[in-house]
Every structure is written in C-alpha cells, then in structure tokens.
C-alpha cells in the first residue's frame, strides 16, 4: 500500500537558516504530492502541492520538487522565520483513491 | 469561497458519557468529507470518510461512529467515551480526495 516517511523532528533551527526536512514515499502509479502545515491548535493547512514528476510546488517561500526516480519530495526554504514554527506533514493520493496518505509529521522550531 | 466549521472547540467528557462532534461545510455541494484523530504528539489518523450522503466508509474499528446527515454535514458520534478517545478531532472536506482543506478542529478530553 501507499505510505510516507518523514525525517523524525524536532528540528530546531535559528532565525535565517535554511530549512530541508526529507520525504519519501511508496505508492502505486503517479500520486499527486502535497505538503501541509500545522500551526498549534489548529488545523493542518495546504502549503504547496506537485501532481507530476519534475513538477515544483511552492508558497510563502517555501518549495519542494517531485523527484520520480529518488520517489522524494523534499521540503526546502532558504530563509525560516520564527513564525514558520509548526509541524509539516508530508501527504500522497493515488489518482482515482478518495484519500491521501499523511507521514507522521515534522516538527519544526525556529529560534530567534 | 469554501468554509468548514467544527464544534465544539474544545470538550472535557466524562468516561462512559456519550459524543456528538459536528463538522459543516459552506460553499460547495457533493464534498467528500473526513474525520482524522490526531493523539498528542502524533501524526494523524483516518477515522472515517464519506463520498455522498448516507455512504460512511469506517477506517479504524472503535466505539466511534459517523454519520452525514445532510450534503455538508458529518457528524461524529460515540456512545459511551474511553480514556483512549481523548485527542484533537479534524474534519476535513475535498472535491477530490486529493487536496483536503481542515476545519479548524476539536479538543476532545476524557477524564
């Protein structure tokens, strides 16, 4: 079946830095990849999808590139803030399946 | 534009009392809707989901139970609370099953 692995968290970063928390999944076919955020209490956010390989997905400065060989779909930002403080779920859905696959989640903390 | 509302936000509940978690959403018709359980600390869980009125597919065999009653309305029900049902509930609605869109979810306490 389908699944998603995250890299364990937290990850702590200082204000500035650049950020990567790796994704890869397992799936049948071409799933469609997403990334949601998760601010405390509340709820999950869509951050930035890719449908096909090679596609690029980005928003609020974040991207990430839907590699079909590495079957990886890695989160990037070059510059955190100390509000991009939340949790990242990395997420698939086969096409014609009515659900998406959610990895664990990673928490990030960024420190001024 | 789309709206979902859950309520309540948050709840404390005695074991063995019953629940009712109620999920709308405005501004779409014929959605596919969803019910998640995310434990503290982790990730999330697909409890149960719903393609049309009166069709609920059931994820995770528990003491919970789902309804939908109407196009844009999923209800979340249980007759009698377990410690272990304590958790923060999100519903969640797509045209797709691809991109979800969350409502902004209930803290669910069992004492």
């Known amino acids: 079946g389908d699944s998603v692995t995250q890299m364990e968290g937290p990850v702590t970063l200082s204000e500035e830095a650049f950020l990567t928390i790796n994704c890869t999944y397992t799936?049948?076919?071409?799933?469609?990849l997403f990334w949601y955020v998760q601010y405390p209490g509340e709820g999950l956010q869509l951050l930035l999808k890719?449908?096909?390989?090679?596609d690029k997905g980005s928003n609020k400065g974040f991207e990430a590139t839907y590699r079909k060989e590495t079957t990886s779909f890695h989160l990037e930002k070059g510059s955190v803030q100390v509000s991009d403080s939340a949790v990242y779920f990395c997420?698939?859905?086969?096409?014609?399946?009515?659900?998406?696959?959610f990895g664990t989640g990673t928490k990030l903390q960024v420190i001024p | 534009s789309q709206t979902i509302h859950q309520w309540p936000a948050t709840l404390v509940q005695p074991v063995g009392s019953p629940l009712s978690l109620e999920c709308t959403v405005e501004?779409?018709?014929?959605?596919?809707l969803y019910w998640y359980r995310q434990a503290a600390g982790r990730g999330l869980q697909l409890l149960f989901y719903?393609?049309?009125?009166?069709?609920i597919s059931s994820e995770v065999p528990q003491n919970l139970s789902a309804s939908r009653p109407q196009d844009r309305q999923f209800i979340l029900s249980s007759k009698k609370l377990l410690l272990s049902d304590s958790g923060f509930y999100l519903c969640?609605?797509?045209?797709?099953?691809?991109?979800?869109?969350f409502g902004p979810g209930t803290r669910l306490t069992v004492t």
């Open positions: 501004g779409t018709s014929n959605p596919n």
């Open positions: 997420a698939l859905n086969s096409g014609g399946y009515q659900k998406v696959t």
């Open positions: 969640a609605w797509s045209r797709t099953g691809a991109e979800q869109y």
């Open positions: 719903s393609v049309g009125i009166g069709q």
């Open positions: 799936a049948t076919g071409y799933p469609s």
């Open positions: 890719a449908t096909k390989a090679d």
